[in-house]
Nanobody, 122 residues
Framework: QVQLVESGGGSVQPGESLTLSCRAS????????VAWFRQAPGKEREAVSY????????YYTDSVKGRFTISRENAKNTVYLQMNSLKPEDTGVYSCTTGWSHSGRFYWDEDWGQGTQVTVSS
């Protein structure tokens, strides 16, 4: 079982940037699809972005398209989420998870870690 640790969150002002890291141990991330989810206060957890295991497919929820970029660095067993032009509505706890795809659908492991807090406020 791959263990994931998220880092890189913080408190920033609107318009600033952050890069989140999802580092794996106990196995190689390159064989998995990887997703970033976020949970805002009082809201359900939502998928923000994900990348398939071959890096040929990426997904972004509409609200972050053009601002966030997901990428993978196999040498560091890490997946990143570059977040630019941050908005207050991006505030939440960001967590990463592994998954797989089957018949065009993605399925995610729901064994969540602590995540990393992102707060965007002026």
């Amino acid at each position: 079982q791959v263990q994931l640790v998220e880092s890189g969150g913080g408190s920033v002002q609107p318009g600033e940037s952050l890069t989140l890291s999802c580092r794996a141990s106990g196995g190689s991330l390159e064989y998995y699809a990887v997703a970033w989810f976020r949970q805002a206060p009082g809201k359900e957890r939502e998928a923000v972005s994900y990348i398939n295991n071959s890096d040929e497919f990426t997904y972004y929820t509409d609200s972050v398209k053009g601002r966030f970029t997901i990428s993978r660095e196999n040498a560091k067993n890490t997946v990143y989420l570059q977040m630019n032009s941050l908005k207050p509505e991006d505030t939440g706890v960001y967590s990463c998870t592994t998954g797989w795809s089957h018949s065009g659908r993605f399925y995610w492991d729901e064994d969540w870690g602590q995540g990393t807090q992102v707060t965007v406020s002026s």
